[in-house]
């Protein structure tokens, strides 16, 4: 069977569309497809910004946003420009890497709902904890999991492996041939890919 | 009928493909297209980059060859890459806006074709002078007429607007409501609202 991991960071802007097409677009190519949270901010720190991208930059920021609107505008999704934005992705990214490989992908959807949807703050308890109780995971023991050493340590250890792979910035699909392809724009080309190179 | 502008960089390694592609997509559409040549250095320059993004952040550099590689195998276009990168495109720009309207697109292709399938340096006139020969121009007269006054400064003022349109990079499609739509990858999109926006 095909294989391919989805790479997304929950305060980048266009994870947002790709996490919400993804899991479709992988189950009409039967590829399999793992979900994988990481943190940009250590691998923008190694290209020395202490910031997105998009706010150093305003012209592409202000690119950005608009191409958004328009992406979102197209798949029915609504848009709410996260304030401030980048949001603090990290207790999210904990929470996603802490549950079952099952429970991810509709958690983390969820999540972007919370954040790019309703323009909630995806650092809080508040909003964190419902969305675990939605997809049927009792919050307080994942919430205390998902700060224990070992989970940092797994979320630091992925974040290194999204360096080595050369990830440029999220989402991105990687095929186990080494392959990466960046951008909500690029899921089906990846996916495309996987499913060719898994055939020979 | 529906209209749409195609903004350009010689030196943009994704230009190139664009414009080996996007005067079929426009034709196959029944989309009028103007070709804008303009320049990246000064819209990058008040961004604080003095060179390529792609030299600046290796990361992406790396990223940008390989995707591009795999687009152009896609394209069955021919790849090479310029050395040094990015080719001083002052010259090539000057002389793509010197050239009447519908002999631009043609010359474009050519230049792109000399720099990124041959490897070809594009600011010596050796390069350049046959290209416009092969597009049955007399290559003399117009490399005089594209360093006058006047054609410096029309680059100048294409460059402006270029900026004034808040452009993020090269390729850029715009249309008459004054969207922008960045890169090789947003050219169907761009004529497809081209098309739309026409038709109100």
Same mark, same amino acid.
């Given at each position: 069977?095909?294989?391919?991991?989805?790479?997304?960071?929950?305060?980048?802007?266009?994870?947002?569309?790709?996490?919400?097409?993804?899991?479709?677009?992988?189950?009409?190519?039967?590829?399999?497809?793992?979900?994988? &949270?990481?943190? #940009?901010? /250590? =691998?923008? @720190?190694?290209? !020395?910004?202490?910031?997105? *991208?998009?706010?150093?930059?305003? +012209?592409?920021?202000?690119?950005?946003?608009?191409?958004?609107?328009?992406?979102?505008?197209?798949?029915?999704?609504?848009?709410?420009?996260?304030?401030?934005?980048?949001?603090?992705?990290?207790?999210?990214?904990?929470?996603?890497?802490?549950?079952?490989?099952?429970?991810?992908?509709?958690?983390?959807?969820?999540?972007?709902?919370?954040?790019?949807?309703?323009?909630?703050?995806?650092?809080? &308890?508040?909003? #964190?904890? /419902? =969305?675990? @109780?939605?997809? !049927?995971?009792?919050?307080? *023991?994942?919430?205390?999991?998902? +700060?224990?050493?070992?989970?940092?340590?797994?979320?630091?250890?992925?974040?290194?492996?999204?360096?080595?792979?050369?990830?440029?910035?999220?989402?991105?699909?990687?095929?186990?041939?080494?392959?990466?392809?960046?951008?909500?724009?690029?899921?089906?080309?990846?996916?495309?890919?996987?499913?060719?190179?898994?055939?020979?």
């Amino acid at each position: 069977m095909a294989r391919a991991e989805f790479w997304y960071e929950f305060a980048s802007s266009y994870s947002y569309p790709a996490a919400m097409r993804v899991g479709a677009l992988a189950a009409e190519r039967d590829v399999a497809l793992v979900w994988r &949270p990481f943190l #940009l901010g /250590p =691998l923008f @720190a190694g290209q !020395g910004w202490r910031d997105s *991208p998009f706010n150093l930059y305003p +012209v592409k920021g202000r690119y950005m946003w608009r191409d958004l609107e328009r992406i979102c505008a197209a798949l029915g999704l609504p848009l709410t420009r996260p304030d401030p934005f980048p949001q603090n992705s990290l207790h999210a990214a904990r929470l996603a890497l802490a549950l079952d490989d099952s429970l991810r992908p509709a958690f983390s959807r969820a999540v972007y709902r919370a954040e790019f949807a309703e323009g909630r703050p995806i650092d809080a &308890p508040a909003t #964190l904890a /419902p =969305l675990l @109780a939605e997809i !049927g995971v009792d919050p307080e *023991p994942l919430l205390a999991r998902a +700060v224990e050493d070992a989970n940092k340590t797994e979320l630091k250890a992925q974040t290194a492996r999204a360096a080595a792979l050369g990830l440029p910035g999220a989402p991105c699909l990687t095929t186990p041939d080494g392959e990466v392809f960046w951008g909500n724009d690029r899921l089906e080309q990846g996916l495309e890919w996987a499913l060719a190179h898994a055939a020979r």
